[in-house]
């Protein structure tokens, strides 16, 4: 189950996607033998009455719940809505925030346990346990799992995955694909669907959580196991576009080749994006991903200045992120990227530099996010340590220095967005790639909504 959204997010409404990781982890339990029935409910935004009516008519022995730092108190509302429908019934807390922070999970009585890090085995192992009526002793010991036992908590570190093809293909056949957009801007194609291609991460950027959720090794799921679970998706769900989940698609570069290989043979006729990092890849690999039908390539930047690339401890240079931009245009290939504003540290100065560099690689897309500390990387640990934050709603941490705050960002923030969208040059651009009258039906029906 996932939760519904909050009222209001720093981040705005996000697009009406599957929750993959919930899907993996479905997948997982039911070729483990277990009846499993899935409720999208950040989609669906039922009541807690609602979810009371559901748990008492299909009477589950486990419900699983998926958290995040923005939904944290959704989940805890959603956890006892289920007590009350069912005291006996066991509560699993899974996602990126439990993984973090179990402890803030687990001081809520509703909740049983605490799944933290990759889900699908441990999740299985701890459905078993309990299916089995062993002894709080024995689960308490599960691998990946986090608990309240004999009155002191206890974490468990989880099992690495090491080869990701025995994970089963995402169970998206318990879920109502008919509610989602199953489209991206990247892909001109529709329905879109995402596979996920990569977990782990060898760099160490002091602003993201996915290294110390997946670890510091970047395993792969294998280009077979890809193509296989593509060809699935295009006939069972009339997948036309593939996204890879992942931050690093490209960064084996013969399995990337051997991907592009098999694509081919295949013939399979769907277009993709990937995201990596644009000093993984080269004028060679980007022309076999090219032929494989791979349309667009994501790039985080994150910033325009030296310093602050720096400070985020990215490893990548300017000149780098140039050339990388330079080849991926030779090749054919449509560019996507992003970058953070209102790093701790940074100055308004390094934001407009930032705005001037974007403006100048001049991507087919480009996104400004204003930087939020949320558990658990080291940025956040320093920004709540040296107090550089002006408030916190729950575990967000709104940044804040001598030359900005989190409103003031904002503002600057759309005004790079709008600058950037709006430029003659982008319209002209998005016309041609889009065609004028979807276009103008877009600037419609943003027009009617104002």
Request: glycine share 6%; with cysteine; aromatic share 10%.
């Amino acid at each position: 189950m996932t939760t519904p959204p909050p009222e209001s997010s720093p981040w705005g409404v996000p697009a009406k996607v599957p929750p993959f990781g919930l899907a993996y982890v479905a997948g997982a339990l039911e070729k483990a033998g277990f009846k499993v029935e899935v409720l999208d409910n950040y989609q669906l935004q039922n009541t807690v009455d609602k979810v009371r009516l559901e748990i008492e008519k299909h009477n589950p022995e486990i419900v699983g719940i998926s958290c995040s730092s923005v939904t944290y108190q959704k989940c805890i509302e959603t956890a006892k809505a289920v007590k009350e429908a069912k005291p006996s019934c066991k509560v699993v807390v899974g996602g990126w925030h439990p993984s973090f922070v179990p402890d803030s999970m687990l001081q809520h009585p509703e909740i049983d346990y605490v799944v933290m890090g990759e889900g699908e085995y441990a999740m299985v192992e701890l459905a078993i346990s309990i299916s089995k009526g062993l002894d709080a002793s024995v689960i308490a010991k599960v691998p990946g799992v986090a608990t309240m036992h004999n009155g002191r908590l206890v974490k468990n570190p989880p099992k690495i995955i090491n080869d990701l093809d025995q994970i089963p293909y995402p169970a998206w056949h318990l879920f109502p694909m008919n509610i989602y957009d199953r489209r991206i801007n990247y892909l001109k194609v529709r329905p879109v669907d995402v596979v996920n291609a990569t977990r782990g991460c060898p760099f160490n950027c002091n602003y993201c959580e996915n290294r110390r959720l997946w670890g510091a090794k970047c395993r792969a799921f294998s280009p077979l196991r890809l193509v296989d679970e593509i060809e699935y998706m295009a006939k069972n769900f009339g997948s036309k576009g593939i996204y890879f989940i992942g931050d690093n698609f490209t960064i084996n570069k013969r399995h990337t080749l051997e991907f592009c290989r098999l694509m081919k043979e295949r013939k399979l006729d769907i277009e993709w994006v990937c995201d990596t990092r644009v000093d993984l890849i080269s004028p060679e690999l980007l022309g076999e991903m090219k032929s494989a039908g791979c349309k667009t390539m994501f790039f985080g930047i994150q910033s325009g200045s030296h310093a602050i690339l720096k400070r985020l401890n990215i490893n990548l240079t300017i000149d780098k992120v140039i050339q990388g931009f330079k080849m991926c245009r030779d090749a054919g290939i449509q560019i996507a990227c992003s970058f953070m504003l209102g790093i701790p540290g940074e100055t308004v100065k390094d934001m407009e530099t930032t705005y001037k560099f974007a403006k100048k690689l001049d991507p087919d897309w480009c996104t400004f996010y204003v930087f939020i500390g949320c558990p658990d990387n080291s940025l956040y640990q320093e920004i709540l340590e040296k107090g550089l934050y002006d408030r916190k709603d729950g575990f967000l941490a709104f940044a804040k220095t001598e030359d900005f705050n989190y409103e003031s960002v904002q503002a600057i923030q759309q005004r790079f967005q709008k600058g950037f969208n709006l430029s003659r040059k982008r319209i002209l651009r998005k016309i041609k790639r889009e065609g004028a009258l979807n276009v103008l039906n877009q600037s419609l029906h943003k027009s009617s909504h104002r």
